[in-house]
């Protein structure tokens, strides 16, 4: 077994991305392939599409061309097994994919997830582990029509709007919301309810922290703590105590 990091320094130098139908690689692993060319543009890349009309032919190609634009090298192949039938191709493809594990030897096999619904997908990915035994192999979901989503075991966090890598656990992703959170009911406290509003920070080692401009029931709040102390001020009325001490404040 070869042991290989996926970025950085251990970055493989050819890379073997399987797609059951066009569109499949980039939706599935389009971003980790683009930060793969960030971070090592030395990359070697064979993307095998294995069926497509002639039309999704044309677009596959041109879309593969954009994507691996700065690798030092792009094998881009469409084949034409039949879509919808791999379970009943399976033998001329595993034939396919035999020939691309000796003529190709990748560091690095992007695939399909095997615990997909979706049986073109799920035949490429089993054989992708008959004929890659001694390769690092990792497989991407397509979420699709049979809600397959499974049971990941590494995930990595990219903005859905650039694709551009998070730069800590996807706080700038989706994810920001618990962040900010946290932050305000962590180190602000602020808890609103139907009856009160609630300030009771958590006690950490924090020197000074003052959070305005916030709305809660339609009154304008801000909260400034320092040293022990906490002041929150409702409208213009304020309310102190000291950290530890939660202050309830009617509405
Ligand atoms: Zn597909």
């Not at 971070?39 to 993307?47: A, G, L, R, S, V």
């Not at 954009?66 to 039949?82: C, M, P, T």
């Not at 979420?143 to 890598?165: F, M, S, V």
Request: hydrophobic share 40%; proline share 5%.
């Amino acid at each position: 077994m070869r042991a290989i990091g996926v970025f950085g320094s251990g970055a493989p130098s050819r890379v073997l991305c399987l797609g059951a139908h066009s569109d499949d690689i980039e939706i599935g692993c389009g971003a980790t392939v683009l930060r793969l060319l960030e971070e090592c543009p030395k990359t070697q890349f064979t993307w095998v599409v294995l069926s497509a009309t002639p039309e999704r032919e044309r677009e596959a190609r041109s879309s593969a061309a954009s994507f691996l634009v700065g690798a030092k090298s792009a094998d881009i192949r469409v084949e034409r097994f039949r879509e919808s039938h791999f379970p009943w191709e399976g033998s001329r493809i595993k034939d396919r994919l035999a020939g691309i594990a000796r003529e190709i030897d990748p560091e690095l096999v992007l695939t399909h997830w095997r615990g997909d619904k979706h049986q073109d997908h799920r035949t490429v990915a089993e054989l992708t582990w008959n004929h890659f035994r001694d390769h690092l192999i990792l497989e991407y979901e397509i979420p699709e029509w049979d809600g397959d989503l499974g049971r990941p075991n590494c995930h990595e966090h990219y903005n859905p709007l650039t694709g551009q890598a998070c730069v800590y656990r996807g706080i700038d992703d989706y994810m920001h919301s618990w962040v900010i959170d946290l932050i305000i009911r962590g180190v602000a406290g602020v808890e609103p309810s139907a009856a009160a509003l609630r300030v009771d920070p958590l006690p950490m080692a924090i020197e000074e922290a003052h959070l305005t401009g916030l709305r809660v029931r339609g009154r304008r709040v801000e909260v400034r703590r320092a040293g022990g102390q906490v002041r929150v001020d409702v409208d213009g009325t304020t309310h102190e105590a000291r950290v530890g001490e939660p202050l309830g404040i009617g509405w």
